[in-house]
Protein backbone atom coordinates (compact mmCIF):
# COMPACT_ATOMS: atom_id res chain seq x y z
CA UNK A 1 0.00 0.00 0.00
CA UNK A 2 1.43 3.43 -0.98
CA UNK A 3 1.22 6.59 0.85
CA UNK A 4 2.63 10.01 0.20
CA UNK A 5 4.02 12.14 2.62
CA UNK A 6 4.24 16.21 1.35
CA UNK A 7 6.50 18.39 3.39
CA UNK A 8 8.85 20.89 2.72
CA UNK A 9 11.03 20.00 5.25
CA UNK A 10 13.10 17.18 4.45
CA UNK A 11 13.34 15.89 8.41
CA UNK A 12 10.30 15.35 8.53
CA UNK A 13 9.79 13.94 5.08
CA UNK A 14 12.37 11.09 6.32
CA UNK A 15 11.54 10.51 9.50
CA UNK A 16 7.64 9.68 8.26
CA UNK A 17 9.20 7.36 5.64
CA UNK A 18 11.26 5.69 8.00
CA UNK A 19 8.74 5.04 10.40
CA UNK A 20 5.76 4.15 7.98
CA UNK A 21 7.67 1.65 5.97
CA UNK A 22 8.43 -0.38 9.15
CA UNK A 23 4.62 -0.30 9.72
CA UNK A 24 5.32 -2.11 6.08
CA UNK A 25 3.85 0.83 3.85
CA UNK A 26 5.51 2.02 0.22
CA UNK A 27 6.46 5.32 1.10
CA UNK A 28 6.89 8.27 -1.43
CA UNK A 29 7.95 11.82 -0.69
CA UNK A 30 7.36 15.34 -2.31
CA UNK A 31 9.55 18.58 -0.87
CA UNK A 32 6.50 21.11 -2.10
CA UNK A 33 2.80 20.88 -3.58
CA UNK A 34 3.76 21.38 -6.82
CA UNK A 35 5.95 18.40 -6.75
CA UNK A 36 3.35 15.77 -5.87
CA UNK A 37 0.95 17.12 -8.17
CA UNK A 38 3.31 16.27 -10.55
CA UNK A 39 3.10 12.55 -9.78
CA UNK A 40 0.02 10.36 -10.68
CA UNK A 41 -1.57 10.43 -7.46
CA UNK A 42 -4.12 7.62 -8.08
CA UNK A 43 -1.43 5.30 -7.10
CA UNK A 44 -1.28 6.49 -3.79
CA UNK A 45 -4.00 5.00 -0.65
CA UNK A 46 -3.27 7.48 1.42
CA UNK A 47 -1.42 11.44 1.41
CA UNK A 48 0.01 13.00 4.29
CA UNK A 49 0.07 17.01 3.61
CA UNK A 50 1.60 19.55 4.93
CA UNK A 51 0.07 23.00 5.62
CA UNK A 52 2.49 25.56 5.33
CA UNK A 53 4.71 25.06 2.31
CA UNK A 54 6.22 28.23 0.54
CA UNK A 55 4.33 28.57 -2.94
CA UNK A 56 1.35 26.41 -3.05
CA UNK A 57 -0.06 25.31 0.42
CA UNK A 58 -1.31 22.00 1.92
CA UNK A 59 -4.64 23.83 1.79
CA UNK A 60 -4.54 24.49 -1.77
CA UNK A 61 -3.38 21.67 -3.15
CA UNK A 62 -6.23 19.76 -1.36
CA UNK A 63 -9.29 22.32 -2.77
CA UNK A 64 -7.07 21.28 -6.61
CA UNK A 65 -7.42 16.91 -5.20
CA UNK A 66 -10.93 17.59 -4.47
CA UNK A 67 -11.32 19.32 -7.92
CA UNK A 68 -10.65 16.99 -9.75
CA UNK A 69 -12.60 13.29 -9.89
CA UNK A 70 -9.14 11.42 -10.10
CA UNK A 71 -8.15 12.30 -7.07
CA UNK A 72 -11.15 13.58 -5.04
CA UNK A 73 -11.37 10.09 -3.05
CA UNK A 74 -8.17 9.75 -1.76
CA UNK A 75 -7.76 10.27 2.24
CA UNK A 76 -6.17 13.54 3.37
CA UNK A 77 -3.98 13.79 6.66
CA UNK A 78 -3.01 17.10 6.91
CA UNK A 79 0.41 17.80 9.12
CA UNK A 80 1.01 21.24 10.20
CA UNK A 81 2.69 23.65 12.92
CA UNK A 82 -0.73 25.66 12.63
CA UNK A 83 -2.54 24.92 16.22
CA UNK A 84 -6.18 25.81 16.79
CA UNK A 85 -9.75 24.60 16.32
CA UNK A 86 -10.50 27.12 13.03
CA UNK A 87 -7.39 25.37 11.46
CA UNK A 88 -8.71 22.38 12.20
CA UNK A 89 -11.96 23.16 10.67
CA UNK A 90 -11.10 24.92 7.82
CA UNK A 91 -9.04 21.69 6.56
CA UNK A 92 -11.69 19.10 7.61
CA UNK A 93 -14.35 21.32 5.31
CA UNK A 94 -12.04 20.97 2.44
CA UNK A 95 -12.34 17.07 2.65
CA UNK A 96 -9.32 16.18 4.65
CA UNK A 97 -10.05 12.81 6.50
CA UNK A 98 -7.94 14.05 9.79
CA UNK A 99 -5.33 16.49 11.08
CA UNK A 100 -2.42 16.25 13.00
CA UNK A 101 -0.65 19.23 14.99
CA UNK A 102 3.24 19.20 15.11
CA UNK A 103 5.29 18.28 16.50
CA UNK A 104 4.75 14.57 15.94
CA UNK A 105 4.19 11.85 17.80
CA UNK A 106 4.87 8.80 15.48
CA UNK A 107 3.21 6.54 18.28
CA UNK A 108 -0.03 8.99 17.14
CA UNK A 109 0.73 9.01 13.22
CA UNK A 110 1.07 5.68 13.00
CA UNK A 111 -2.36 4.72 14.98
CA UNK A 112 -4.31 7.92 12.66
CA UNK A 113 -2.83 6.42 9.46
CA UNK A 114 -4.01 2.94 10.16
CA UNK A 115 -7.60 4.41 11.26
CA UNK A 116 -8.22 6.66 8.22
CA UNK A 117 -7.26 3.44 6.14
CA UNK A 118 -9.50 0.92 7.97
CA UNK A 119 -12.42 3.70 7.49
CA UNK A 120 -11.77 4.78 3.92
CA UNK A 121 -10.62 1.20 2.94
CA UNK A 122 -12.79 -1.45 4.88
CA UNK A 123 -12.37 -4.28 2.22
CA UNK A 124 -8.53 -3.23 1.51
CA UNK A 125 -6.96 -1.64 -1.71
CA UNK A 126 -5.38 -2.06 -4.78
CA UNK A 127 -3.24 0.61 -6.48
CA UNK A 128 -6.00 3.23 -7.80
CA UNK A 129 -8.85 1.24 -6.70
CA UNK A 130 -10.94 2.11 -3.61
CA UNK A 131 -14.01 0.92 -2.15
CA UNK A 132 -16.22 3.42 -4.35
CA UNK A 133 -13.73 4.56 -7.53
CA UNK A 134 -11.58 2.64 -9.95
CA UNK A 135 -9.00 5.04 -11.35
CA UNK A 136 -6.10 5.26 -13.99
CA UNK A 137 -4.78 8.57 -15.03
CA UNK A 138 -7.79 10.28 -16.42
CA UNK A 139 -9.97 7.63 -16.34
CA UNK A 140 -12.01 7.17 -13.25
CA UNK A 141 -15.09 4.64 -12.61
CA UNK A 142 -17.51 5.36 -10.30
CA UNK A 143 -18.83 2.03 -8.92
CA UNK A 144 -21.95 2.86 -6.58
CA UNK A 145 -23.03 5.15 -9.43
CA UNK A 146 -22.05 3.51 -12.31
CA UNK A 147 -20.11 6.37 -14.47
CA UNK A 148 -17.35 7.02 -16.34
CA UNK A 149 -15.42 9.76 -16.57
CA UNK A 150 -12.54 10.97 -19.30
CA UNK A 151 -10.04 13.54 -18.37
CA UNK A 152 -12.98 15.18 -15.83
CA UNK A 153 -15.90 14.99 -18.73
CA UNK A 154 -18.45 12.23 -18.31
CA UNK A 155 -18.09 9.92 -20.55
CA UNK A 156 -21.40 7.79 -22.04
CA UNK A 157 -21.34 4.19 -21.67
CA UNK A 158 -23.54 1.10 -21.90
CA UNK A 159 -23.51 -1.31 -19.47
CA UNK A 160 -21.78 -3.64 -21.24
CA UNK A 161 -19.16 -1.60 -22.06
CA UNK A 162 -19.34 -0.03 -18.42
CA UNK A 163 -18.44 -3.27 -16.53
CA UNK A 164 -15.75 -4.41 -18.83
CA UNK A 165 -13.97 -1.34 -18.33
CA UNK A 166 -14.59 -2.15 -14.96
CA UNK A 167 -13.33 -5.71 -14.87
CA UNK A 168 -9.89 -5.06 -16.74
CA UNK A 169 -8.84 -2.06 -14.95
CA UNK A 170 -9.24 -4.73 -11.68
CA UNK A 171 -7.25 -6.90 -13.03
CA UNK A 172 -4.50 -4.80 -15.03
CA UNK A 173 -2.03 -7.23 -17.05
CA UNK A 174 -3.96 -10.23 -16.72
CA UNK A 175 -5.05 -11.56 -19.86
CA UNK A 176 -8.34 -12.88 -20.34
CA UNK A 177 -10.05 -14.64 -23.27
CA UNK A 178 -13.32 -13.96 -24.78
CA UNK A 179 -14.61 -16.72 -23.00
CA UNK A 180 -13.90 -15.26 -19.61
CA UNK A 181 -14.92 -12.13 -20.09
CA UNK A 182 -18.67 -13.48 -21.52
CA UNK A 183 -18.33 -15.31 -18.52
CA UNK A 184 -17.38 -11.93 -16.04
CA UNK A 185 -18.92 -9.50 -17.38
CA UNK A 186 -22.29 -10.40 -19.45
CA UNK A 187 -26.04 -11.86 -17.83
CA UNK A 188 -25.34 -15.43 -17.17
CA UNK A 189 -29.13 -16.04 -19.29
CA UNK A 190 -27.84 -14.78 -22.51
CA UNK A 191 -26.36 -16.41 -25.30
CA UNK A 192 -23.71 -14.57 -27.30
CA UNK A 193 -21.42 -15.32 -29.67
CA UNK A 194 -17.31 -14.87 -29.17
CA UNK A 195 -17.20 -12.39 -31.71
CA UNK A 196 -19.32 -9.87 -29.62
CA UNK A 197 -16.70 -9.49 -27.75
CA UNK A 198 -14.69 -8.04 -29.99
CA UNK A 199 -16.97 -5.39 -31.34
CA UNK A 200 -17.93 -4.20 -27.29
CA UNK A 201 -14.11 -4.04 -27.07
CA UNK A 202 -13.47 -2.10 -30.25
CA UNK A 203 -16.09 0.24 -29.18
CA UNK A 204 -14.59 0.69 -26.20
CA UNK A 205 -11.18 1.41 -27.22
CA UNK A 206 -12.62 4.24 -29.83
CA UNK A 207 -14.75 5.69 -26.62
CA UNK A 208 -11.47 5.76 -24.84
CA UNK A 209 -9.82 8.36 -27.09
CA UNK A 210 -5.65 8.05 -25.95
CA UNK A 211 -6.74 5.35 -23.57
CA UNK A 212 -7.61 2.85 -25.68
CA UNK A 213 -4.64 1.77 -26.54
CA UNK A 214 -4.08 0.32 -22.90
CA UNK A 215 -6.88 -2.35 -23.59
CA UNK A 216 -4.18 -5.03 -25.24
CA UNK A 217 -4.87 -7.83 -27.68
CA UNK A 218 -3.08 -11.09 -27.17
CA UNK A 219 -3.15 -12.34 -30.24
CA UNK A 220 -4.86 -16.35 -29.69
CA UNK A 221 -5.16 -15.47 -26.08
CA UNK A 222 -7.48 -12.44 -25.51
CA UNK A 223 -7.57 -9.21 -23.92
CA UNK A 224 -5.72 -6.97 -20.98
CA UNK A 225 -5.61 -3.13 -19.76
CA UNK A 226 -1.88 -2.83 -19.48
CA UNK A 227 -0.83 0.45 -16.84
Not at 20 to 30: I, R, S
Request: with cysteine; net charge negative.
Amino acid sequence: MKILVVDDEQDICEILQYNLENEGFEVVTANSAEEALALNLTEYALILLDVMMENMSGFQMAHKMKENPATAQIPIIFITALDGENHMVKGLNIGADDYIVKPLSMKTVKARVNAVLRRVYPHGIRDGISAKTICYEGIVLDLKAKTVSLDHQELPCTKLEFELLSFLLQHPGTVYSREDLLKYCWPQDTYVLDRTVDVNITRLRKKLGPYGKQIKTRVGYGYCFEK
